[in-house]
């Protein structure tokens, strides 16, 4: 992902993934708009009294030292800097790597000369140092080692004119790394929009605070890895200013799930139910209830069509395996159970309406996936019986459950979740990349761990058996942040299993991972 032609880097996925991860743990917990980021940077310059040239210098300073760090034998860098304060962090990161001796060629998008306040003074010391401006020519790219994407900050709101979009065509067509500074142009910094285009990024150096449109939307394409810099300033500033979602963060499974007790026994772990697999379909409910297992839950038990049990039973003989022919054999095994997770493999007929409403009306936490997302989707506004529930619909059954496409509900991940939650007074999974949970009351939590492997058949019903023995192990407590800690896992696991390559990743590789990922040796 990081390779150029002149820097001598090879990639490997095992290499990314760890220098992936070694970023993620300097990242901050909080998630803000843009709005809430210029908030934060009036607040240091008017409250704490840093001037804004000092915060602009020490931003161009830091992309630099990403820059370096990640294209250490990068010779040529070309610059391309815009109208505004984006533009400044590009010219004072210019300046200095003309001081270290690298070879910089700067284009101006837009008359520099124009330039206002800071990034004014950014130009005029970059150009005193001795540095110069040149016309965009789509062939300068190809002789570049690295491209520095300072066009467009946070701003930007509207599409991209002729001219910028061009631009950007010919950068992402070029084929060579590109560092965005703050942002790549052309997303927007809210929603993830691309603006008629935007920069596709190796690497992303952010500041001040992560901007919600790198993970929502089309942003996990575009940012590439993230690198964060505060710039300096101090963490009390953030209690100053809201943060519009929250990261969820690895050290959250440890305080969660401290080692057990050396007296510890499977009964006091938890008791999972998993209902699904219909005639035909136990591979789903088999993959949910070895999750459960694999997150360490006591016992877990698989309630599925009676056709199914030999097969469920003999791919893993740890699980107990009812066979249930009605509503009424289901109802006998609910009372044992701490969690019910319904809808792997269960299919939309009258058995399977029959096993949803039992769940529905059972006095205990639930899970809803796959086929119980799409029958409830089916009920319209029949009411739901109180109780704890959790929805993970992926953006198609999130649809269906509010009337919208999934392309509505793409547009605006945050909003789509947090309309499942209210509507079902639930907490709610919505599953993809960068993963959102949230419930009707809480802040928005988004995981920005997993890979694109991961989009392969059963990985959600994995999910949902994660889900279901977190919470069944943590039955006292905040299901929400059991639900947190269920995804995250999940993420971490998949993205171990895909250190050799995120082609060919299937649902069950996850298995030899989830234990490691739910037992940190030390907490981040």
């Known amino acids: 992902m990081l390779a150029t032609p002149r820097s001598g880097y090879s990639p490997s996925p095992e290499r990314d993934r760890q220098r992936k991860l070694s970023c993620m743990s300097f990242l901050p917990r909080t998630i803000h708009t843009a709005a809430q980021v210029r908030e934060l940077d009036r607040y240091a310059i008017e409250t704490l009294g840093i001037p804004g040239y000092t915060l602009m210098s020490r931003a161009g300073a830091a992309a630099l030292a990403v820059l370096k760090e990640s294209w250490p034998q990068a010779r040529s860098i070309l610059v391309v800097c815009g109208p505004g304060n984006n533009g400044g962090d590009g010219y004072v990161l210019a300046r200095l790597a003309r001081l270290e001796g690298q070879h910089v060629t700067v284009v101006s998008v837009g008359d520099p000369t124009q330039l206002k306040g800071?990034?004014?003074?950014?130009?005029?010391?970059?150009?005193d140092g001795g540095g110069a401006t040149t016309r965009w020519d789509a062939r300068l790219p190809d002789a570049?080692?690295?491209?520095?994407?300072?066009?467009?900050?946070?701003?930007?709101?509207?599409?991209?004119?002729?001219?910028?979009?061009?631009?950007?065509?010919?950068?992402?067509?070029?084929?060579?790394?590109?560092?965005?500074?703050?942002?790549?142009?052309?997303?927007?910094?809210?929603?993830?929009?691309?603006?008629?285009?935007?920069?596709?990024?190796?690497?992303?150096?952010?500041?001040?605070?992560?901007?919600?449109?790198?993970?929502?939307?089309?942003?996990?394409?575009?940012?590439?890895?993230?690198?964060?810099?505060?710039?300096?300033?101090?963490?009390?500033?953030?209690?100053?200013?809201?943060?519009?979602?929250?990261?969820?963060?690895?050290?959250?499974?440890?305080?969660?799930?401290?080692?057990?007790?050396?007296?510890?026994?499977?009964?006091?772990?938890?008791?999972?139910?998993?209902?699904?697999?219909?005639?035909?379909?136990?591979?789903?409910?088999?993959?949910?209830?070895?999750?459960?297992?694999?997150?360490?839950?006591?016992?877990?038990?698989?309630?599925?069509?009676?056709?199914?049990?030999?097969?469920?039973?003999?791919?893993?003989?740890?699980?107990?395996?009812?066979?249930?022919?009605?509503?009424?054999?289901?109802?006998?095994?609910?009372?044992?159970?701490?969690?019910?997770?319904?809808?792997?493999?269960l299919g939309q007929d009258e058995w399977s309406r029959s096993m949803l409403e039992v769940t529905l009306r059972a006095a205990r936490p639930s899970v809803l996936d796959a086929d119980a997302l799409n029958l409830l989707a089916a009920r319209g506004t029949a009411a739901l019986p109180q109780g704890a529930r959790v929805l993970t619909p992926h953006p198609g059954e999130a649809g269906r459950l509010l009337g919208l496409t999934?392309?509505?509900?793409?547009?605006?991940?945050?909003?789509?979740?947090?309309?499942?939650?209210?509507?079902?007074?639930?907490?709610?999974?919505?599953?993809?990349?960068?993963?959102?949970?949230?419930?009707?009351?809480?802040?928005?939590?988004?995981?920005?761990?997993?890979?694109?492997?991961?989009?392969s058949p059963g990985m959600g019903d994995v999910l949902t058996g994660v889900v279901a023995g977190i919470m069944a192990q943590t039955r006292d407590r905040d299901i929400e942040r059991a639900v947190r800690v269920a995804v995250l896992a999940h993420a971490m696991a998949g993205d171990h299993a895909a250190c050799r390559g995120e082609r060919g990743l299937i649902a069950s590789d996850l298995f030899e991972y989830l234990p490691t990922c739910l037992n940190p040796r030390v907490p981040n």
């Open 118 to 127: 800071d990034a004014r003074r950014a130009y005029e010391d970059f150009v």
């Open 144 to 345: 570049a080692d690295v491209v520095v994407d300072a066009m467009f900050g946070t701003g930007l709101t509207r599409p991209l004119d002729a001219q910028a979009r061009a631009i950007v065509e010919a950068i992402n067509a070029s084929g060579r790394p590109t560092l965005a500074v703050d942002i790549p142009s052309g997303l927007h910094s809210d929603t993830g929009q691309v603006l008629g285009a935007a920069i596709r990024a190796a690497r992303t150096v952010t500041f001040i605070g992560l901007k919600a449109g790198f993970y929502l939307g089309e942003g996990p394409d575009h940012v590439g890895m993230i690198s964060y810099d505060a710039l300096q300033v101090p963490r009390d500033a953030f209690e100053h200013v809201s943060a519009i979602a929250q990261r969820i963060s690895e050290g959250e499974i440890a305080e969660l799930l401290p080692p057990r007790p050396r007296t510890g026994h499977k009964g006091q772990n938890g008791d999972v139910l998993i209902v699904g697999g219909g005639i035909g379909m136990p591979g789903a409910a088999r993959l949910a209830g070895e999750a459960a297992l694999r997150s360490g839950a006591g016992r877990v038990t698989v309630a599925t069509h009676p056709d199914n049990v030999a097969a469920i039973v003999g791919g893993r003989p740890e699980l107990m395996c009812r066979g249930v022919k009605n509503s009424a054999e289901l109802e006998s095994l609910i009372p044992r159970a701490d969690v019910v997770a319904v809808g792997p493999g």
């Open 406 to 455: 999934a392309a509505e509900v793409q547009a605006d991940r945050l909003r789509a979740a947090q309309a499942l939650a209210e509507r079902f007074a639930s907490v709610v999974v919505l599953k993809g990349a960068a993963s959102i949970v949230t419930s009707p009351r809480g802040q928005p939590a988004i995981c920005d761990r997993g890979n694109p492997g991961m989009a």
